[in-house]
């Protein structure tokens, strides 16, 4: 019997796939049994009568949050486009849901992000380096991002009393941090609906109020040139996740 694919093709060559992965499926993982997107394109490419295929990872989202990536097809392309998102010419943007509604319209945040033991990202400041032996504190990386409400809603109130918000939120990101939209996010008093990680307890509880389980992210815009002709390449995909529907703009 076979299993669909949760997995979109949203383009295909010989040398690159680009896809949309949706929220909940990991993009690869070492757990036996579990279904992730490498595997699912990998057995994609073996029944289309390909031997030992090749797809080479160059980016990732976290297992929550859904949105479009592009892999290599051959280990030149997966190169190529390694070597542009290090040289920042790979752009990825996003739409996040984030609760609250901030004075400004635009903003940007500029932090340094360390990953912890726990798997999670910590933001280092002035503070707490003065408090740590700097070898704790040496390999936390510079992030940079920036932001711009498109729409707030009112929402009602998980403790019936005031009014609650919700902002859409376009985000682009000068840097590629581990989970570094949802740290920063939070850290500036903006955590994403949905995020049971980084979020506060008023998010949280905003998040089980209104039904959302996943993180409100989704990468819908990839920009790159083709790593064999050098086109213009540009992708967008509109995000399926529930907190989005609030807005009824896609």
Sequence with gaps: MTTKMRTKIIYEDKEILVCYKPAGLAVQTARIGQADMVSELKNYL???????????????????VEGLLVFGRTKGAAASLSGQLEKGLLHKRYYAVVCGKPEQKSGEFVDYLQKTPDNKARIVTEQVDALQPQAEVSDARKAVLQYNIVQSL?????????????????????TGRFHQIRAQMSHGGLP???????????SVGLSGHLGIKDV???????????????NAMHFSQPPQGKAFSFFGIF
């Design 46 to 64: 073996a029944a289309s009568g390909e031997k030992n295929p090749y797809l080479g990872l160059v980016h990732r989202l976290d297992q929550p």
């Design 192 to 202: 994403l609906l949905g995020d049971q990680k980084y979020g506060d307890e008023a």
């Design 216 to 230: 409100a992210l989704c990468a819908c815009q990839l920009d790159f040139n083709h790593p064999v002709t050098g």
């Design 154 to 174: 009112e929402v009602q109130s998980v403790h019936r009393r005031g009014v609650e918000w919700i902002s859409l939120a376009k985000i682009h990101i000068d």
